[in-house]
């Protein structure tokens, strides 16, 4: 399991709470959108951390 995947498992758990709190007031919001939402955004987080990516390729050198 890599790291992606573990972060979808714990963010599905802490989802499932906050869903079912939800769903106890209303249901204007579906379970699925919520998923697919927090998915996405853990994806754009696990792209952000990678450690292969060099942040400061764009930054001009600063004794220039």
Not at 20 to 32: E, G, K, M, P
Not at 44 to 61: C, F, L, Y
Request: no cysteine.
């Amino acid at each position: 399991m890599n790291r992606l995947d573990r972060t979808h498992g714990q963010m599905d758990g802490t989802l499932s709470a906050v869903v079912l709190a939800h769903d106890h007031r209303s249901r204007t919001i579906s379970n699925t959108q919520v998923v697919i939402s927090i998915r996405r955004f853990a994806i754009d987080v696990a792209e952000v951390r990678r450690p292969n990516i060099d942040h400061t390729a764009n930054h001009a050198p600063t004794d220039a």
